[in-house]
């Protein structure tokens, strides 16, 4: 698919969230770039996914677990689209009392890297600087 006919950033949200929904990871293949980088909060630094194909074989390992997520809120900015996630299953990660927050950086309507937060401010704030207003600072005018 050429660049200029890829999907925007809402398409890719609309993509997400089905994807989560459904449960079927391999619908995501179409809207990830071949070296994406997936980084969860669980994971410690210098773990994570680096390409389209671990990405995928990872979604598929944490269902096999029996995990999945529920989406509870969605943000979609200019370049990255960002979800608050339930986990549910048998198993860590899975804390239905919280959510999670995953940043998707998207840049031509492909997810370029994917970097998950536990506090919703800071995954508002790597995905649009600005829009979260903090102490001293106004945020964003709409």
Known sequence: MRSDSR????AVTARLRQALHTADCPSLADVLHPNVCWHPPWAGSGTGCHTRSHVLSRCARLRALGLWATVEETFTYPAAVVLGLRVHGPVPP?????VVYHVFDV???????ITGYTDRAQALE?????????????????
């Open 7 to 10: 999907p925007g950033s809402g």
């Open 94 to 98: 899975a804390d239905p009392d919280s």
């Open 107 to 113: 840049t031509d309507g492909l997810v370029t890297r």
């Open 126 to 142: 790597a995905a649009f600087p600005g829009a979260v207003a903090g102490p001293g600072r106004a945020g964003p005018r709409w």
